[in-house]
């Protein structure tokens, strides 16, 4: 049993699902939903049993094809802790966003082909263990996602779309010049991210030059401060389920892609230049949160607390980086936050959908008064507004509060200035629930009523997430905490 | 030497698939004459399919033929492997573009003439028959160039002959020199420690001069745009593959006999031609707005990648094989996006919605601009991943650096055209008519190849 | 026990937001539960002093949960106290909207106190601790159809989680010198004074010590039963707990700064009591003072006095409270104006209110007469008494002073028929019970106390200056007549000292303005970065002329490098016979030029016959070196 591959069975599970779409071609949009919901599901419990299957810190489970010989490149899947974690939340986050979009009537068939083959793409992406590999995974998220921005966006999908290509490809294309960085740099010649990781091979202007292409590149998707201004319009335009897994998903690659290639590839560049990693990482948390208060759209709001959220993380990530002080703290609660920001950032572009299928709207001066008209709507909102700002007992709170106590052994002046972007994100979520959900009821109520069952079938899951990762974030930590201390330990 | 008639037999065998090339060209002329175009067309596919069979049977041979004057290698094998179908694609998209045009089934043949001068280029172990292999294929090259009698079609194929003839002259020329100095015309007496260096140093820059042309490579190259503008298209995807690999491959035969260190640092001054032919092909192509000229320029930009492979020769059989993988590659890429181009139109206006338009064309297109920006998986990534790895283990990590940076460059280059597919809007514009079989299946051809190339090399 | 006493709560606020039903009983039956629960609590650890047990937290910071005799009896005076008060709010709450968030919110509120009462690790105390915070939102803005419910529940939430950041940053230090998220019963060397400072700033908010007081005045805009439980045993009460659990970890350096904190407090806040209009913004500003006592004998080196208080208070300031919410229910109103003469007509509320004001005044032998002594006797035993013990002995003057007032307002005035409300009884009851407490507290004050390790100062001065204080305060008090003149000065001391314009103008509108800002900048950002993408494309539009502006510049350069390569031909013969050769070319390749008009080619020719003269003069580079 333990020959079979899970893993390729997990990554193209979905590949499967929107083949047999293609072959089928429903016309309804029921039968396209069920093999999409079905696939999705079947994914996630593929996931599980990579799960149960024990990861215990190193890289398990890895399967090797030869692929090009030539070049040194194979197909090579493995996971640990910090993949394992994003895995599991690219399941669960694409089975919702189906179970969501499942009134999608413009296409269904492709969208949930597409959907499907983001998903397959995500997963290849975290699961790869070879540089070429996760960079065809790593572009083909980036087609994926455009089409469905392009496709089924709303306001003005096609230039958001096009923004979103540019930027991500320049970004990617930063990306390759590191893999061929890394390439030409080990000896011999190759693409396996395990040897690479296990011998960091540049060193000097080279490392520090090849991490500046890593951090340029995965700053874009991230993304970091001044490289951000992709995410709102793309967000604005992108349907709910879209956003949720840019949101909840994509954004994760560049959080994984500091940790995988940034810390573990070039370990000595990252440590010089952490302080500016650092530097840029408080900026960007505080500048987001700042510029997500300044906002009117809720959804843009939302996807601004992004930028803010994901700063923590990189920050996490440049604290373990000046190990060992900032170590252990500083990677746990990278990646926990990463699986934190995806299910609540998930959760609340997903409510934010069923808010604008009821209002017609997102600006927020137009709203009021909805938490009576829509009692259950209203108190998920809340809760995952509250998630969103750090509350403990929530999914943020042990991730953040890891960060803090790894920032603050490294850098204590740039954590209190950190901690400066806790207090804003509270006052704009505080603003935005007293603005939209608090008030007297609106006159005039869509005929839509509260949450549907598709809608709940949805969210619930997320929201059970949300408290379960706060009160017990053992389940994830553990895992996270085994890889965690490998890596630390193979770089001191 | 010896001489009999075995040596005779063997050479001939082992020319074969030229020979084959030869008597292709011949017989399409001949079904010209007959007016029998389909057969002419039938039997120059047909014969550039036995060469290529003729040349996989000797696949891993590693000899010389005619006393050394002809070196059957790996890249006299590769090259006709690699020609010969793009012939064939050639052939078949002038077929969709010069149908019943009074001079179609010359076309064929000069296509096989040329090619057949290509393939000679590429096994050339003396400086005669590179002369040679050059002539025939620049010849049937003014010819092809001047097929369409318009203002433009006319000035660029003077344009292409005069320079031709010029830089012919100044490599003729030069080598002379080289034949003084050594006393006989093979390649390997180059290898001679005791050469005057100063001759040596002429004969390499007027052999640069005159191969260069062919190839496109700057200061060379300024008859390209015009001249594949004015040029039918089919003519023009085959001027930019068919010359450009047997003169690179005549280049790397050279490169094997003429020493590295010794006293002309050819490999630098080949270093300095690549950056400039790829930095100056990737800035003019950028401001271009037919893409006709924009694939022009690219491939001056390309020529520069090509001249990474023989730069890093010195240092072992990896250039050889990045050579060959990066022209199989440009050969697919290169002709697929010259055919969809046949098949659209050459302003970028013409390009607009072409992404939704027509589906798997657009997909087509988008593949192969992102392979010749070197884009994992496609075929492009593969050969440029090679040549940067010759090149670095020739000691020129500059000049990597400088092809990668140029790459990005390059990206902005071949993303206007992608942009223009997907993001300008529906164009009003009509495509050049219905596409033919043939047309579809050169577009199919490259784009699988393109693809696969990766997983099979 | 500890389970019981925490899921009865919480499980009743689930079941009310999932069955939307009954929300009054669930309500009533948890807090019953957390009562139970606790009275076990405190039997269990009768035998064994000490319960805890711990589980997985975040790597090497576990979670823990625990009980000592000391948090035990906290645990069962929030159980108490909550109890009467969920009592009083099924009268008050009777016929009014929003019942079921409003009883979700209390029943998650005391779950999350008795949490934070209960912890015996730094995580799960910071999880009541804004747990707590996140349920006063909740409640405070339970009828958030009004502005100033919802105003009032932003700001109460927002100023405490800025304070907030002080408890994140204590902890991380506290943590990070002690290894272990666990509290320690062996305390370690003291922390570092920042980090002491960061735990009082956090205090300041949870407590509403000055200058962060004037968001308990903006709570009073939830119902008055919010009010009671979030300003005696719980919210307010949370910030002395963390000073008490933190006690032993301070530095001696700190306690002046604690000191001054609660003194300013005790005074600041107690000017406004007396200066109020309205019942419960008197009885907010109250909260503040009495808090600023605990922080006072804390600093002075008596954490049993500040308990004793702490004890008292709560069911003194309940109690004032729930009478407050009896006139308030009588009159509509909580503004002096229109209810003062109604306690003649409210003889329960009247008796509840005055028991429990006298108690706060310190009239023997009510519960607040002990308490406040141990305080003035901590002042005396301080290290810096005439500080100290001064501004405690101002402080229950001025105690009683406002006390002293509202009684007479409440008396004098016209008559007011008592109103026909609804669930008077209940909220009597609720009443009665508290004020039970206030007066039979006094007697077990000091055993229970000593039950739980805690000593209380005694001073026989203190006792003297007490009694003046309070005699003199309460006969002078009731003298003072309802502050209607519209005095710049009585407005400032009512409005919480808004110096500069209070938080709106110095925080709020700031960094709206800055958030404002900063969605512009990023709106250009954006533009910009379109812009470059835009002007590359425009650059490409300019791909013709630019082009053949560059054939033109060709054709410029070429005729002058040729001339220079003339001049340099004489160098080489051979080299000579090229440039001449090349020169017959371009002769002739301009003659055939001619009849297509191009004019270019030679020009271009040029071109290749510069790179033919670079590529010579690189080789001969090359050469010089072999030479």
Redo the contacts between chains.
């Keep these: 049993m333990n020959t079979f591959p899970l893993l390729s069975l997990t990554v193209f599970l979905p590949l499967l699902g929107a083949a047999l779409l293609l072959l089928l071609r429903p016309r309804g949009r029921r039968a396209a939903f069920a093999i999409g919901i079905g696939t999705a599901a079947l994914t996630l419990l593929a996931a599980g049993l990579v799960w149960a299957r024990g990861v215990p810190g190193g890289f398990a489970q890895l399967e090797e094809l030869p692929?090009?010989p030539?070049?040194g490149a194979a197909y090579r899947l493995g996971v640990d802790g910090v993949s394992l974690p994003l895995v599991l939340l690219t399941a669960v986050l694409f089975l919702a966003t189906l179970i969501y979009s499942a009134n999608t009537s413009e296409q269904p068939a492709s969208f949930v082909a597409l959907m499907l083959l983001l998903e397959t793409a995500c997963l290849g992406a975290f699961l790869a263990l070879d540089l070429?590999l996760f960079?065809?995974f790593f572009?083909v998220t980036l087609v994926g996602m455009y089409f469905i921005i392009a496709g089924w966006g709303h306001d003005n999908p096609?230039q958001a779309a096009?923004t979103f290509f540019?930027y991500t490809?320049?970004g990617s294309?930063f990306l390759?010049?590191a893999i061929?960085a890394l390439?030409?740099g080990a000896a011999p010649?190759t693409f396996d991210m395990r040897a690479l990781l296990a011998h960091p091979p540049l060193g000097g202007t080279a490392a520090l030059l090849t991490f500046g292409a890593l951090a340029l590149a995965f700053a874009i998707k991230t993304p970091l401060f001044p490289f951000h201004t992709w995410l709102p319009t793309a967000h604005t335009a992108a349907p709910a389920a879209g956003s949720a897994i840019l949101a909840g998903v994509l954004l994760k690659l560049g959080g994984y892609g500091f940790i995988r290639f940034g810390l573990q590839m070039t370990p000595d560049a990252f440590r010089q230049l952490a302080p500016y990693v650092l530097g840029l990482a408080v900026f960007s948390a505080i500048y987001g949160a700042f510029a997500a208060l300044g906002q009117t759209d809720i959804k843009r709001m939302v996807a601004y607390t992004s930028v803010n959220h994901m700063g923590y993380v990189v920050f996490g990530v440049a604290a373990a980086a000046l190990r060992p002080a900032g170590g252990p703290f500083g990677l746990d609660g990278a990646v926990l936050q990463m699986v934190s920001h995806g299910i609540v950032t998930g959760g609340l572009f997903l409510l934010i959908g069923a808010l604008q299928d009821r209002t017609h709207t997102r600006d927020m001066g137009q709203l009021g008064g909805l938490a009576p008209a829509y009692p259950v709507l209203s108190g998920l909102f809340i809760l995952a507004s509250f998630a969103s700002l750090g509350l403990p007992a929530l999914a943020h709170f042990p991730a953040e509060f890891q960060i803090f106590l790894g920032g603050y052994q490294v850098a204590p002046v740039a954590t209190a200035l950190l901690l400066v972007g806790l207090i804003i994100t509270t006052a704009l979520y505080l603003r935005a629930i007293q603005r939209v959900f608090l008030g007297e009821q609106p006159a005039v109520l869509s005929p839509l009523g509260d949450l549907g069952a598709r809608e709940l079938w949805a969210i619930g899951p997320l929201v059970a997430l949300i408290v379960l990762i706060g009160l017990y974030p053992e389940f994830l930590l553990g895992l996270i905490h085994a890889t965690q201390r490998l890596i630390m330990a193979g770089h001191e | 030497m010896s001489s009999g008639g075995m040596d005779m037999k063997r050479d001939l065998l082992l020319v074969l698939p030229q020979i084959v090339l030869l008597l292709t060209a011949v017989g399409a002329l001949v079904a010209e004459m007959l007016r029998r175009r389909r057969l002419g067309l039938a039997w120059t596919l047909g014969g550039l399919g036995a060469a290529g069979a003729a040349a996989l049977r000797q696949l891993g041979a590693d000899t010389t033929a005619f006393s050394g004057t002809f070196r059957v290698d790996a890249l006299s094998h590769w090259s006709v492997l690699i020609l010969a179908p793009a012939a064939g694609l050639c052939c078949l998209l002038a077929r969709q573009e010069l149908r019943g045009t009074p001079r179609e089934g010359t076309v064929y043949s000069l296509l096989c003439f040329g090619t057949l001068g290509a393939a000679l280029l590429a096994g050339t172990g003396d400086l005669m028959f590179l002369v040679l292999g050059l002539l025939i294929n620049s010849l049937s090259g003014f010819a092809l160039a001047a097929y369409s009698k318009t203002?433009a079609g006319?000035?660029g194929a003077?344009?292409y002959f005069?320079?031709g003839?010029?830089?012919t002259?100044?490599l003729i020329?030069?080598l002379t020199?080289w034949v003084g100095i050594t006393g006989d015309t093979l390649l390997t007496s180059l290898a001679r420690p005791d050469l005057p260096?100063?001759?040596l140093?002429?004969g390499?820059?007027?052999l640069?001069?005159g191969l260069g042309?062919a190839a496109s490579i700057?200061?060379?190259h300024?008859w390209t745009p015009d001249t594949f503008e004015g040029a039918p298209v089919s003519v023009a995807a085959y001027l930019s593959v068919v010359p450009k690999i047997g003169v690179f491959f005549a280049l790397a035969q050279v490169g094997r006999s003429l020493p590295a260190n010794g006293?002309?640092?050819w490999p630098?001054?080949l270093a300095?031609?690549a950056v400039a032919s790829m930095t100056f092909g990737n800035l003019?192509a950028?401001?271009?707005?037919n893409v006709v000229r924009l694939l022009a320029y690219s491939t001056i930009a390309q020529a520069g990648y090509f001249l990474l492979g023989v730069v890093g020769l010195p240092a072992g059989a990896g250039a050889r094989r990045a050579l060959i993988v990066f022209a199989a590659a440009y050969a697919a890429m290169n002709l697929g996006a010259f055919a969809v181009v046949l098949s659209t139109g050459k302003t970028l206006a013409d390009f607009r919605g072409l992404g939704t338009r027509r589906v798997f064309a657009g997909a087509a297109l988008t593949v192969f601009l992102f392979s010749l920006v070197?884009?994992?998986?496609l075929a492009g990534f593969?050969g440029k991943?090679?040549l940067?790895?010759a090149t670095?283990a020739a000691g020129y990590t500059w000049l990597?650096v400088a092809a990668?940076l140029n790459?990005?460059l390059s990206?902005?280059v071949y993303?206007?055209v992608v942009?223009a597919m997907y993001?300008g809007g529906t164009g009003e514009t009509s495509d050049m008519g219905p596409v033919s079989w043939a047309g579809q299946a050169v577009v199919v051809t490259c784009f699988l190849v393109t693809v696969l190339l990766?997983?099979v090399? | 026990m500890i389970a019981l006493l925490l899921l009865a709560p919480l499980l009743a606020a689930l079941l009310i937001i999932v069955l939307r039903r009954w929300p009054a009983a669930l309500g009533l039956a948890g807090s019953l539960g957390a009562l139970v629960g606790a009275a076990g609590l405190l039997w269990q650890v009768r035998h064994h002093p000490v319960v805890r047990f711990t589980w997985p937290g975040l790597p090497g910071l576990p979670y823990g949960l625990g009980a000592t005799p000391f948090t035990a009896l906290l645990a069962v005076i929030v159980a108490v106290v909550a109890l009467l008060i969920f009592v009083y709010a099924r009268g008050y709450m009777a016929h009014e909207r929003g019942k079921v968030w409003f009883w979700a919110s209390m029943s998650l509120f005391v779950a999350a106190m008795q949490l934070l009462v209960l912890s015996a690790d730094w995580l799960l105390f910071v999880t009541g601790w804004e747990l707590m915070g996140l349920a006063s939102f909740l409640l405070i803005a339970t009828w958030h159809w009004e502005e100033k419910a919802r105003q009032g529940a932003v700001n109460a939430f927002l100023l405490t989680r800025f304070t907030d950041l002080g408890l994140y940053l204590g902890i991380v230090i506290i943590l990070l010198q002690s290894g272990t998220s666990l509290m320690q019963a062996e305390p370690g060397p003291a922390i570092p004074l920042v980090g002491a400072l960061a735990l009082l700033l956090a205090v300041m908010g949870k407590s509403a010590q000055v200058p962060f007081q004037s968001w308990l005045a903006g709570a009073m805009a939830g119902p008055t039963p919010v009010s009671a439980l979030l300003h005696s045993a719980t919210m307010v009460a949370a910030g002395v707990v963390l000073l008490l659990r933190a006690y032993p970890l301070l530095p001696p350096a700190s306690l002046p700064y604690i000191g001054a904190v609660g003194g300013a407090t005790i005074v600041l806040t107690g000017f406004t009591a007396l200066c109020s209009n309205d019942i419960k913004q008197l009885l907010a500003a109250s909260t503040s003072s009495q808090l600023g006592f605990m922080l006072v004998a804390l600093a002075a080196g008596f954490p049993g006095a500040a308990v004793s208080h702490l004890v008292a208070h709560a069911f003194m300031k309940s109690g004032l409270f729930l009478s407050a919410g009896l006139f308030q229910h009588q009159n509509e109103s909580t503004l002096f104006a229109r209810i003062s003469g109604s306690g003649r007509t409210a003889p329960v509320a009247l008796a509840g209110w005055a028991l429990a004001g006298l108690a706060l005044a310190g009239v023997p032998p009510l519960v607040g007469y002990w308490s406040k002594d141990a305080i003035l006797a901590a002042g005396l035993g301080a290290g810096n008494p005439a500080w100290y013990f001064g501004v405690a002995a101002g402080g229950a003057l001025l105690t009683a002073l406002y006390i002293g007032r509202s009684l007479g307002l409440l008396w004098r005035g016209p008559a007011r028929p008592a109103a026909d409300a609804v669930g008077l009884g209940l909220m009597r009851a609720g009443l009665l019970g508290l004020v039970g407490f206030v007066v039979g507290g006094g007697f077990f004050l000091a055993d229970v106390l000593r039950f739980v390790g805690y000593a209380l100062p005694e001073a026989p001065a203190a006792q003297l200056t007490g009694l003046t204080a309070a005699a003199l305060g309460l006969g002078l008090g009731w003298f003072l007549r309802a502050a209607d003149v519209g005095t710049p000065v009585l407005r400032f001391v009512q409005d919480n000292y808004p110096i500069g314009g209070g938080f709106p103008a110095l925080v709020g509108r700031p960094t709206l303005a800055l958030a404002a800002a900063c969605g512009r900048f990023d709106e250009y950002l954006h533009r910009q970065v379109l812009g470059l993408g835009g002007a590359?494309?425009a650059?490409?539009?300019?791909?013709?002329r630019?082009?053949t502006r560059?054939r033109q510049a060709a054709a410029g350069v070429g005729p002058a490098t040729l001339a220079l390569a003339a001049r340099t031909r004489r160098a080489?013969a051979?080299?000579a016979a090229?440039v001449q050769?090349?020169a017959g070319?371009f002769r002739r390749?301009g003659q055939?030029?001619r009849p297509?008009q191009?004019g270019l080619?030679h020009r271009?020719?040029l071109?290749?016959v510069?790179?033919?003269l670079?590529?010579?003069a690189?080789?001969?580079v090359?050469?010089f070196?072999?030479?």
């Design positions: 692929w090009i030539a070049i070429l960079y065809v572009e096609k096009l540019i490809l320049v294309l390759l010049l061929l390439y030409l010649h | 203002k006319t000035e003077l344009k005069i320079y003839t010029v830089t002259a100044i020329f030069g020199y260096p100063l001759a140093a002429f390499f820059v007027a640069i001069t042309y700057f200061p060379f300024f006293p002309v640092a630098l001054v300095g031609l003019l950028l401001l271009q707005q070197g884009i994992p998986p593969a991943l090679l940067f790895e670095m990597a990668v790459s990005v990206l902005a993303l206007r942009a993001f990766m997983f090399f | 590359v494309l650059l490409a539009g300019r791909g013709r630019a082009d560059l080489d051979g080299l090229a050769g090349l070319a390749a055939l030029s297509v191009s080619v271009e020719l071109w290749t510069l790179g033919v670079a590529l010579v690189a080789l001969f090359s050469l070196r072999w030479f």
